[in-house]
């Protein structure tokens, strides 16, 4: 168990529909991150959150939208679904001690199917 | 643009014998390294890490090996396990950057 938690495991929607992940890092850690896995992908870079403040952005849609509230939890947000993003969503978190040295720990992803 | 790169989707060892996983990377910038292990329905755990001030990092079974002139890193299992058949993931980071992961191996490791 990584510490990391992420709700729910599975969702199935239809094209055209709004979603929420939800994920609570582990205690302690200030940052979260957002990844991506598509079929025979690896894990695409989405978006990272420290401390309440967005960090880091990669390759995510203007669809999608994520933040971190007070309490450290994170929610990414998925609006306009299209078959295309249908995969399975994985949050991490780290300490973030600043050297950049980061190692994450995830949780066990939601599985989002459209369609 | 895939700024690491795993070249073998799968590799299959027989138990016993030594699991060697490539990744190559393509930022020179790249100053640590880290290979994650999958488990079907669960996330990537931590196996181990590498900084570029190294070439080598043992932990047990597993070691890592990093080439900086050739941008190639490789995880090496010895001896290889059945419990060790998961997916692995190469990533790598440059000071204060996001993890960029590669597409990952599947290992099988058979009895």
């Known amino acids: 168990d990584s510490g990391v938690t992420q709700t729910p495991k599975h969702l199935i929607t239809a094209t055209g529909q709004r979603v929420t992940l939800r994920c609570s890092p582990r205690?302690?850690?200030?940052?979260v991150y957002w990844y991506q896995q598509s079929l025979d992908q690896g894990l695409q870079f989405l978006i990272q959150?420290?401390?309440?403040?967005?960090?880091a952005k990669g390759n995510i849609l203007e669809r999608f939208s994520a933040q971190q509230f007070p309490d450290l939890h994170s929610e990414l947000n998925l609006s306009s679904l299209e078959l295309g993003d249908s995969a399975l969503y994985f949050c991490?978190?780290?300490?973030?001690?600043?050297?950049?040295?980061?190692?994450?720990?995830f949780g066990s992803g939601t599985q989002l199917s459209v369609l | 643009d895939q700024q690491v790169k795993q070249n073998s989707p799968s590799l299959s060892v027989q138990e016993g014998r030594i699991s060697i996983l490539n990744c190559d990377y393509t930022?020179?910038?790249?100053?640590?390294f880290l290979w994650y292990k999958k488990y079907p329905a669960e996330g990537p755990t931590f196996l181990i890490s590498?900084?570029?001030?190294?070439d080598k990092n043992e932990d047990g079974r597993f070691t890592v090996f990093l080439n900086k002139s050739a941008k190639h890193l490789s995880l090496h299992i010895v001896p290889s396990q059945p419990g060790d058949s998961a997916v692995y993931f190469c990533?790598?980071?440059?000071?204060?950057?996001?993890?960029?992961f590669g597409a990952g191996t599947i290992l099988r490791v058979k009895s």
């Open positions: 991490a978190s780290s300490v973030d001690t600043g050297t950049g040295n980061e190692k994450l720990f």
């Open positions: 205690s302690g850690d200030l940052s």
């Open positions: 959150y420290y401390n309440g403040e967005e960090r």
């Open positions: 930022n020179s910038m790249f100053d640590y």
């Open positions: 590498i900084s570029s001030i190294k």
């Open positions: 990533a790598a980071s440059a000071i204060n950057d996001k993890l960029v």
